[in-house]
């Protein structure tokens, strides 16, 4: 599957020629970090339910003194992210913020930060709008249900969670014929949801740039969302700041770019590709091999989120 465009050319870590250490639990490293930027997505649930000892583990942390920040790339507003994570049976008290590539995503547009959206005034969107239709609400801005007279796309999910990307090929070809912009508020290429693996608006996004269309992203990898972390937490230096993640190409990319330390989840994305079970520890060799194709690595793995 295609990387999002703007993460081709980024070259290979040099961490990626040693091993990986492969840690336990959180407790092992508590002493280098004092703050967690916890992905959500294949680390705390998988979609219907959290993982077995997360919220034992999530407990301990903060008896610990360690300060939580949920670090998603959801594609919906950061109050309705805490909110749902009582869904998952998280109490929101446990966290000190959420930061998301939805709320990314509404703040560049409410604040003309991506100067190809200027002056914009329809959009298209393609999502399910019982998971994201609060994105650009409240900006003056028009959803509309014909591409011909949209000023750009926004792609937040898939419109079913079963869809391939042949549903949307004459979208794209029609918006990419017209040089539309493209914003993706989920750069998330594929999820695991319930033990079956689903793709994500990014997986769009790069269609459309292998089309010829410009994206434009808001989430991890990309900086804006460490900049909201920061923002949240301006005592804690970002490399007291353990970012965690199942995303090679996401949450250990961005993590790195941004000067933190980092910690893949392998239970996640990896366990579903390597037919392991969550809790499993990985075999050395498929680890290193999946850094390799990644061009990145983690300082340290975990099998599951655990103290």
């Known amino acids: 599957m295609p990387v999002p465009i703007e993460d081709r050319t980024f070259p290979l870590s040099t961490t990626t020629a040693a091993a990986v250490p492969v840690i336990a639990g959180l407790a092992a490293i508590a002493d280098r970090f004092d703050a967690a930027l916890l992905d959500q997505w294949g680390v705390i649930h998988d979609g219907t339910k959290p993982y ?13 003194g360690k300060r939580i920040v949920m670090l998603s790339n959801a594609p919906r507003r950061a109050g309705l992210s ?38 914009a ?31 750009f796309l926004l792609v937040t999910n898939l419109r079913r969670e079963t869809d391939e990307l042949g549903p949307y090929e004459a979208t794209l070809a029609a918006a990419t014929k017209r ?26 996004a790069a269609r459309y740039a292998e089309l010829g269309g410009v994206p434009h992203y808001r989430g991890k990898p990309h900086p804006e969302v460490y900049g909201m972390v920061r923002a949240l937490l301006p005592d804690v230096a970002p490399a007291r700041m353990l970012a965690v993640g199942d995303g090679l190409g996401t949450d250990i990319l961005g993590g ?10 392998t239970g996640g994305l990896l366990a579903d590709r390597w037919g392991i079970a969550p809790q ?9 091999a999946a850094c ?16």
Not at 280 to 288: G, N, Q
């Open 280 to 288: 499993a520890v990985p075999d050395p060799a498929h680890l290193a």
């Open 52 to 64: 077995l000892g997360v919220i034992a583990c999530l407990e301990a942390m903060r008896k610990a």
């Open 121 to 151: 005034r329809t959009y298209f969107h393609v999502g399910r709008f019982d998971h994201s239709d609060d994105v650009l609400l409240g900006l003056p801005l028009e959803r509309v249900e014909d591409v011909g007279a949209a000023d």
């Open 256 to 265: 790195r770019r941004a000067g933190h330390p980092t910690l893949l989840v």
């Open 292 to 307: 390799a194709e990644a061009g990145t690595a983690p300082d340290w793995a975990i099998p599951t989120l655990a103290w």
């Open 179 to 204: 040089g539309l912009p493209l914003l993706c508020a989920n750069p998330d290429l594929e999820v695991v949801h319930n033990g079956r693996r689903e793709l994500c608006a990014g997986a769009v």
């Open 82 to 119: 805490r909110e749902r994570l009582r869904t998952y049976g998280i109490d929101p008290a446990l966290v000190e913020g959420v930061v998301t590539s939805g709320e990314a995503t509404h703040r560049a547009v409410a604040e003309g930060a991506i100067p190809a959206l200027a002056g």
